[in-house]
């Protein structure tokens, strides 16, 4: 059973940076894609950025572009979403996901793209 756990979260002024990373165990696959969500309060889940293991290919949404990088650290199974000039309007909760097939990486902004592991999810706050 594949198992995430999001870490990096916290409290930062705007134009500051925060780095959250995404520990993976249980991971029996040769490749799979991982993603990062967010979710403000009172709003719906946003697709931020995905991974595909098999050849590092990365996806981003178009509000985070040039501001967020995924990256992942293949030999610790983590998976790390570099996030710097942060804005009030990316103050949500962080989550982690996984999913076995590479096609879900290139539908990963799609809303009705499943994924089947999920973390719990770490809250970053940044203040104006």
């Known amino acids: 059973q594949v198992q995430l756990q999001e870490s990096g979260g916290g409290s930062v002024q705007a134009g500051g940076s925060l780095r959250l990373s995404c520990a993976v165990s249980?991971?029996?696959?040769?490749?799979?894609?991982m993603g990062w969500f967010r979710q403000a309060a009172g709003r719906e889940r946003e697709a931020v950025a995905a991974i595909y293991t098999g050849g590092d290919s990365t996806y981003y949404a178009d509000s985070v572009k040039g501001r967020f990088t995924i990256s992942r650290d293949g030999t610790e199974n983590t998976v790390y979403l570099q996030m710097d000039s942060l804005k009030p309007e990316d103050t949500a909760m962080y989550y982690c996901a996984a999913d076995p097939v590479a096609f879900t990486c290139s539908l990963f902004a799609e809303p009705q793209t499943e994924w089947t592991y999920w973390g719990q999810g770490t809250q970053v706050t940044v203040s104006s």
């Open positions: 249980g991971y029996t696959y040769r490749t799979i894609c």
